[in-house]
């Protein structure tokens, strides 16, 4: 059983679509989160979900809203996506948001936008 | 805001010698974690190691170890009796202790090449 899954795996779309990312973990965790990885391969934090409130936003544009319809599920949603968008995105989870618990990482979805 | 630094874009090692991947951080603050993981070309990020900033003890797991100099803010990955199945991208990342949120912050990687 996949312990954080991630769909869909490749996403190509053109530029001024919307679309979503759902992410579900089996984990039994009360903390999810979202990373993006870069061109470059540089990961960074976007979000972080704890009990379904959110606890970190890190200076995201308003196009990326996350929802949390449940501890289990954390979707990623993208408006009028940029070229810019185009990056790998991790879903994350661990069983609360204190510093000693491990992060499990998704599988990462593949975002192109063209 | 804390860094983390990985000065080393590649490196490449010969199958079962042993390889160093260095990493610096930087920090005002005296508890947190430090953390290596492994992204084969798969793309799965793999825990590698743990260690905590108030154990002076090196954590070991393996074939990889740490040499962690908390003074000089060095977190430095060994990787003994290397293989091929090593060859990825390694990422050093630090986490605090001190904030609520549990958020990682990454260094720019290392890709590891093993060569048989």
């Known amino acids: 059983d996949t312990a954080v899954s991630q769909t869909p795996k490749y996403l190509v779309t053109q530029m001024g679509n919307d679309k979503s990312i759902k992410c579900e973990q089996n984990l039994g965790h009360d903390t999810m989160y979202w990373y993006k990885q870069d061109s470059k391969k540089f990961l960074k934090i976007m979000f972080s979900?704890?009990?379904?409130?959110?606890?970190i936003n890190e200076t995201v544009p308003n196009r990326f809203s996350p929802k949390s319809p449940d501890k289990a599920h954390l979707n990623l949603h993208i408006n009028s996506l940029e070229l810019g968008d185009s990056a790998v995105y991790f879903c994350a989870s661990s069983q609360d948001a204190l510093a000693g618990a491990l992060i499990y990482f998704g599988p990462g979805t593949r975002l192109t936008v063209l | 805001a804390q860094t983390v630094t990985q000065s080393q874009p590649e490196m490449s090692v010969q199958e079962a010698e042993t390889v160093t991947l260095s990493c610096t951080y930087d920090t005002s603050e005296s508890d947190y974690y430090l953390f290596w993981y492994k992204q084969p070309p798969s793309r799965q990020m793999i825990l590698v190691i743990r260690q905590e900033a108030y154990k002076q003890q090196n954590a070991t797991e393996n074939r990889f170890s740490v040499n962690f100099q908390k003074a000089a803010k060095s977190f430095s990955l060994k990787i003994s009796d290397s293989q091929l199945g090593d060859a990825a991208m390694y990422f050093c990342a630090y986490r605090s202790a001190m904030e609520y949120g549990n958020k990682l912050v990454f260094g720019a990687g290392t890709i590891l090449r093993v060569k048989s």
């Open positions: 979900y704890n009990n379904k409130e959110l606890i």
